[in-house]
Antibody, heavy 127, light 106 residues
Framework: QVTLKESGPTLVKPTQTLTLTCTFS??????????VGWIRQPPGKALDWLAL???????HYSPSLKNRLTITKDTSKNQVVLTMTNMDPVDTATYYC???????????????????WGQGTMVTVSS | SYELTQPPSVSVSPRQTASITCSGD?????YVWWYQQKPGQSPVLVI????KRPSGIPERFSGSNSGNTATLTISGTQAMDEADYYC?????????FGGGTKLTVL
């Protein structure tokens, strides 16, 4: 059974750096085609894709946030860590991590579905 | 940057068919995924690769994608289907979500 759980601070001050950890079980981030992504959702608003890390350590970031985001993995701990610098009140949101499948076509892997999501963690940015 | 557009809200009577659209430039050339999110809960995948249903998703959920529009169809809508629905695609390696549609079952 695949599960993911986000952890981190519930409150950060403006300009601080946010560090969130996704701890997962039921799969390995060393398996070909597997990835973990981060998605956030401001209160009452839509989902917003942030970043992705693949089993082979390829990383992809939201173009609008790429200068502020870093995603890393620790396969020995079954964890993925997302850091976001220079936090602002507009970054107040529920942050989700999710398991991403891939499909294989023409000798390449392509991102597929966020098939299992964590419960999310609410982060408020306020002084 | 690529954008997906959804109607903010759709209403449907119980047991009727609900259609939720998702529009984007040449969207039919891409795969589309659909997620259901109920209040206070995490999103749940209901359709992947345009038309496929994950195990455990009722057969009343179906999807299509052609031209500039993808559609999530819920046949025989039930009260439990009331939720927000989000379409999603990949623009190369960038994940794109639509703005979401609130489905109300009247």
């Amino acid at each position: 059974q695949v599960t993911l759980k986000e952890s981190g601070p519930t409150l950060v001050k403006p300009t601080q750096t946010l560090t969130l950890t996704c701890t997962f079980s039921g799969f390995s981030l060393t398996t070909s085609g597997v990835a973990v992504g981060w998605i956030r959702q401001p209160p009452g608003k839509a989902l917003d894709w942030l970043a992705l890390i693949y089993w082979d350590d390829y990383k992809h970031y939201s173009p609008s946030l790429k200068n502020r985001l870093t995603i890393t993995k620790d396969t020995s701990k079954n964890q993925v860590v997302l850091t976001m610098t220079n936090m602002d009140p507009v970054d107040t949101a529920t942050y989700y991590c999710a398991h991403l499948t891939s499909y294989y076509e023409n000798s390449s892997y392509y991102p597929d579905a966020f098939d299992i999501w964590g419960q999310g963690t609410m982060v408020t940015v306020s002084s | 940057s690529y954008e997906l557009t959804q109607p903010p809200s759709v209403s449907v009577s119980p047991r009727q068919t609900a259609s939720i659209t998702c529009s984007g430039d040449k969207l039919g050339d891409k795969y589309v995924w659909w997620y259901q999110q109920k209040p206070g809960q995490s999103p749940v995948l209901v359709i992947y690769q345009n038309t496929k249903r994950p195990s455990g998703i009722p057969e009343r959920f179906s999807g299509s994608n052609s031209g500039n529009t993808a559609t999530l169809t819920i046949s025989g809508t039930q009260a439990m289907d009331e939720a927000d629905y989000y379409c999603q695609t990949w623009d190369s390696t960038t994940g794109i979500f639509g703005g979401g549609t609130k489905l109300t079952v009247l």
